[in-house]
């Protein structure tokens, strides 16, 4: 590694460092993890690290190596592959960071620990080719569902999909790599509960309204923006007994009807098949020819929203 590497590695937002480590900064602050400390005495400035309590301080390679205990190549290795975007201007550091790769943390932070990084979504040019060229998402389904992206440091764009539950907190992450590039197509971060997308849209049902079950996020996103109230799931066997009591519930309570476009394959079909022994009143309809799946009839059947 070159000098001029090893200088990259140094500018690396030390704050951005420190969270993908799993500290939780406050005003530039955090609690030192390297003695007993209740009152938060390690400090950032400068993009240096310094514990006014233990003494300790440095960079951001030294701060990998303590909290890792690794040594200096490996603390170099894992900067190198960490999901930090670089500085911004001004020298604040940018909240759109991969989230994709498990990361040691303490204090049982979980993936609810990065909500805030979905107050305010950002798009990427990648994404919005995406969303919006290539899907024709309506730009309000994509503010619903708080879609987000963030490039990680080759320049590969991801599009980010945040899993809420019912109250509105946030319980898993689904990363979509937007280039491929010899990359995964989808990653999930440690501790991401990707069960049912967007359960937020079962406080809007009404008695007797119907509901839409797609396999995946974007046709959940399709079926939304041609006007549907819709959830999705990644599989009728990743279902949890607590999931299915949800939908079992809705049936009960609000005489909700259940719809499903399946896809136009076996695994599609399969996947039906399984959700109606859970939902015996689900409702199957029929893909025309030559669509694959619900987002193929979105496509055929609505322009891009003006």
């Given at each position: 590694?070159?000098?001029?590497?090893?200088?990259?590695?140094?500018?690396?937002?030390?704050?951005?460092?420190?969270?993908?480590?799993?500290?939780?900064?406050?005003?530039?602050?955090?609690?030192?993890?390297?003695?007993?400390?209740?009152?938060?005495?390690?400090?950032?400035?400068?993009?240096?690290?310094?514990?006014?309590?233990?003494?300790?301080?440095?960079?951001?390679?030294?701060?990998?190596?303590?909290?890792?205990?690794?040594?200096?190549?490996?603390?170099?290795?894992?900067?190198?592959?960490?999901?930090?975007?670089?500085?911004?201007?001004?020298?604040?550091?940018?909240?759109?960071?991969?989230?994709?790769?498990?990361?040691?943390?303490?204090?049982?932070?979980?993936?609810?620990?990065?909500?805030?990084?979905?107050?305010?979504?950002?798009?990427?040019?990648?994404?919005?080719?995406?969303?919006?060229?290539?899907?024709?998402?309506?730009?309000?389904?994509?503010?619903?569902?708080?879609?987000?992206?963030?490039?990680?440091?080759?320049?590969?764009?991801?599009?980010?999909?945040?899993?809420?539950?019912?109250?509105?907190?946030?319980?898993?992450?689904?990363?979509?790599?937007?280039?491929?590039?010899?990359?995964?197509?989808?990653?999930?971060?440690?501790?991401?509960e990707c069960g049912i997308?967007?359960?937020?849209?079962?406080?809007?049902?009404?008695?007797?309204?119907?509901?839409?079950?797609?396999?995946?996020?974007?046709?959940?996103?399709?079926?939304?923006?041609?006007?549907?109230?819709?959830?999705?799931?990644?599989?009728?066997?990743?279902?949890?007994?607590?999931?299915?009591?949800?939908?079992?519930?809705?049936?009960?309570?609000?005489?909700?009807?259940?719809?499903?476009?399946?896809d136009a394959d076996a695994?599609?079909?399969?996947?039906?098949?399984?959700?109606?022994?859970?939902?015996?009143?689900?409702?199957?309809?029929?893909?025309?020819?030559?669509?694959?799946?619900?987002?193929?009839?979105?496509?055929?059947?609505?322009?891009?929203?003006?």
């Amino acid at each position: 590694m070159d000098r001029l590497e090893l200088q990259r590695l140094r500018d690396l937002p030390i704050e951005g460092v420190a969270e993908r480590l799993g500290l939780r900064v406050v005003r530039h602050k955090t609690l030192c993890p390297f003695h007993d400390d209740h009152h938060a005495s390690l400090s950032f400035k400068n993009n240096r690290w310094r514990c006014w309590s233990c003494g300790e301080g440095g960079d951001a390679i030294s701060l990998v190596m303590k909290y890792l205990h690794k040594d200096f190549r490996e603390a170099c290795r894992w900067l190198n592959d960490s999901p930090l975007t670089p500085p911004c201007e001004g020298g604040e550091w940018s909240l759109h960071q991969q989230l994709s790769t498990p990361s040691p943390h303490r204090g049982g932070q979980g993936v609810e620990s990065f909500a805030r990084f979905f107050e305010h979504p950002w798009l990427s040019d990648e994404a919005r080719r995406f969303l919006f060229d290539e899907r024709r998402i309506d730009p309000r389904v994509v503010a619903w569902c708080r879609l987000s992206s963030w490039k990680d440091w080759r320049g590969v764009p991801w599009l980010q999909t945040p899993y809420f539950d019912r109250e509105g907190r946030l319980v898993g992450l689904q990363n979509r790599n937007l280039v491929r590039g010899g990359l995964p197509r989808f990653r999930f971060p440690q501790g991401a509960e990707c069960g049912i997308y967007n359960l937020p849209v079962l406080n809007l049902l009404r008695p007797g309204e119907a509901l839409y079950v797609a396999e995946g996020c974007s046709d959940c996103w399709s079926l939304l923006s041609a006007g549907h109230k819709a959830i999705a799931i990644p599989s009728a066997t990743l279902l949890s007994r607590k999931d299915v009591g949800v939908l079992e519930g809705l049936s009960q309570t609000l005489g909700t009807q259940f719809h499903m476009y399946p896809d136009a394959d076996a695994p599609g079909e399969r996947l039906f098949l399984q959700l109606r022994q859970v939902l015996p009143s689900l409702c199957r309809h029929p893909l025309p020819p030559g669509c694959k799946d619900y987002s193929d009839l979105y496509l055929r059947t609505h322009q891009t929203p003006g």
